[in-house]
């Protein structure tokens, strides 16, 4: 297909290839990735791509086609963050890192839908479910479960997701994609609605960790107009060094308890590649991870609760029994459980950088556990608790992670890896991701979608 390689996807405009996704979109989207499409806009994108091919000045991204998680502003487009709350709201102009995508070339199909508020990883909400294309009965993940749901069925190349817990990781483990969470403050927050901002990133998702490191060596900037965003250090740089020599340390036990039997398999797999690429395999015990779980538990909730306290006791704002659920156990945290919980968390980040500096480059987990829960009958609070489980450790401490597809269970459901490293080495992760995939083809493996004519079965 087109969308594998950029040097294919040059084979066609970026109008042609434009045209050819809304259609694939309109065509196959019965699982609720888009909450619109914004085809004007993308053809506008698309023809600005064209002109600066004809003159021999192409873009740096040169026609990617992306979407946008509909809780970062697309000017002119309507931003209802999964919810009825802002069903109204049309954003002014584009957020920070919309702009400097489109910018640089990407082109924007349109918005994708979203756990409500971006707040639970399930995407299933008050506007209804988003659901896995490798099994419509099945969650994607969340909260950016249309922008997992819309790479893995070729509707984009590349999407717009948020992490405050996990939310861009869980849907590409869950779809069989790439995500990465940023570190913290590399990318822009400006024009993207809030959730909890000690935690809130934006990170790219696509089928390879190298569409994915093009997208964030553009989204990578930083932005005087967010009070969260921070200058990376010099040595910061994206490379391809690869495995070899790379010290990889693989948690046990905390994330590995429990684990389903044939996810753990295709981790262990994985793991086996990895050594076999040159890197170094150590099984690591990591000091102090269920204490930060439980406090950067308490602390986002808490934190999200304040972003929406305006609109809690207001009976005209409708909102979904998972998420009411969420912002009442976020309420019951006191300003000194608040402040335990600040200094948990300076503790845990601590811990880290000493692992860090002296035992491992990159650290591993499963990208998820469990087998994919079905949509029917499953609660967002406590499958949130379950999932972010894998995730949630890392956003407490700010540092960047990726979650890289390595097999699927044998009911079809795609399995991946969590590759976790110290602030601002991103340039780690991709390479050790892109060195993955370049003797693995898990990321190239497609669902078979429904048609959006026929009788599909899926509502």
């Known amino acids: 297909m087109l969308v594998d390689e950029p040097s294919r996807r040059r084979e066609v405009s970026a109008e042609t290839l434009a045209r050819a996704m809304l259609e694939r979109i309109e065509r196959h989207d019965v699982y609720r990735a888009l909450e619109t499409t914004t085809p004007e806009l993308a053809l506008a994108d698309a023809r600005r791509v064209d002109a600066a091919r004809a003159q021999k000045s192409p873009l740096p991204l040169d026609g990617l086609p992306i979407v946008v ?32 995508l489109r910018e640089a070339g990407a082109i924007v199909l349109g918005k994708t839908c979203l756990h409500e508020f971006a707040f639970g990883a399930t995407s299933i909400s008050i506007l209804g479910a988003c659901r896995n294309p490798w099994d419509p009965s099945r969650i994607a993940g969340g909260s950016s479960g249309g922008s997992g749901i819309a790479v893995a069925a070729d509707f984009a190349v590349g999407a717009l997701g948020t992490d405050t817990g996990g939310s861009v990781r869980l849907p590409a483990a869950l779809c069989g994609i790439v995500g990465l969470r940023p570190t913290h403050g590399a990318v822009s927050n400006h024009g993207v609605q809030p959730l909890s901002p000690s935690f809130d990133t934006v990170g790219p998702m696509a089928r390879s960790a190298a569409d994915a490191s093009a997208l964030f060596a553009i989204m990578r ?15 910061a740089t994206i ?40 890197a170094r395999i150590v099984e690591f015990e990591l000091a102090g991870v269920a204490e930060a779980y439980r406090a950067v538990t308490e602390m986002a909730r808490a934190e999200a609760t304040a972003v929406y306290e305006p609109y809690l006791d207001d009976p005209a704002v409708e909102m979904s029994d998972g998420v009411r659920e969420r912002f009442a156990l976020g309420r019951k945290l006191t300003g000194v459980g608040f402040a335990n919980a600040l200094r948990v968390m300076m503790r845990w980040r601590r811990e880290l950088a000493h692992v860090f500096e002296s035992s491992a480059d990159l650290l591993l987990t499963p990208g998820v556990s469990r087998p994919t829960f079905p949509i029917e009958g499953t609660r967002n609070l406590e499958a949130t608790e379950i999932l972010t489980r894998m995730t949630y450790p890392w956003s407490f401490a700010g540092v960047p992670a990726i979650c890289v597809p390595c ?25 050790a991701a892109e060195r993955y995939q370049s003797v693995t083809s898990w990321h190239r493996a497609r669902p078979k979608l429904a048609e959006a004519v026929s009788a599909s079965g899926v509502k």
């Not at 900037?221 to 040595?235: E, F, L, Q, V």
Request: one cysteine or more; glycine letters at 12%; hydrophobic letters at 45%.
């Open 221 to 235: 900037r930083y932005d005087p107009d967010d009070p969260w965003s921070a200058k990376a250090p010099p040595h």
């Open 239 to 278: 490379s391809g060094d690869g495995l070899r020599g790379l010290r990889i340390a693989v948690l046990e036990p905390f994330f590995f308890e429990g684990i389903d039997p044939q996810i753990d398999g295709l981790i262990r797999a994985a793991i086996a590649t990895l050594s076999e690429l040159g």
């Open 69 to 100: 998680k509909d809780n970062v502003d697309v000017g002119g487009v309507r931003c209802g963050v999964g919810s009825k709350l802002f069903a109204n709201r049309v954003a002014e102009c584009d957020a920070t890192v919309v702009r400097l």
């Open 407 to 431: 097999g699927f269970r044998d009911d079809g459901m795609p399995v991946g890896f969590q590759l976790i490293a110290a602030p601002w080495r991103e340039d780690l992760l991709f390479a």
